[in-house]
């Protein structure tokens, strides 16, 4: 089952059955299930706090991703800052609603085994990201 919901700010206006078959889909390709996800949106002093008291970092971030994967299904929180989110499309010049969707497919990736923080892994992030956001239109 997956969870949408919201701390502080507004639930952003998602499609939230068209995601969670989305979510479901992009997980398949990888031969994995879906369990339990639970998806918190939050402004960034919300997700600095969670960065703080969960990783001990001082930054903002635009998710955080707790993993409960067993086997071949994934389970985890992912917490998302709506407000970094919507810094990083306009520093990028991206549409906000893309810039959303791409966090919150990157979060499923990382529960799918993909990593983003060693030599090539951001490229890689990116392109099973850019797969995946080619997927949604399908929907």
Do not use: Q
Request: glycine fraction near 8%; hydrophobic fraction near 35%; proline fraction near 1%.
């Amino acid at each position: 089952m997956i969870t949408y919901n919201a701390d502080g700010v507004k639930m952003p206006n998602i499609r939230k059955r068209t995601v969670s078959a989305w979510i479901k889909a992009v997980a398949a390709t990888f031969g994995r299930k879906v369990g339990e996800i639970g998806y918190m949106f939050v402004d960034d002093e919300k997700m600095l706090e969670v960065n703080n008291e969960y990783l001990g970092h001082d930054y903002y971030t635009d998710i955080i991703t707790f993993d409960y994967d067993e086997g071949d299904t994934i389970s985890g929180d992912l917490v998302i800052s709506l407000d970094t989110v919507r810094t990083n499309a306009e520093k990028f010049g991206k549409d906000y609603n893309e810039e959303l969707h791409r966090v919150i497919i990157h979060g499923i990736l990382h529960l799918c085994g993909i990593n983003d923080k060693g030599p090539g892994e951001r490229e890689i992030m990116e392109a099973h990201e850019n797969k995946a956001l080619a997927l949604l239109e399908r929907f």
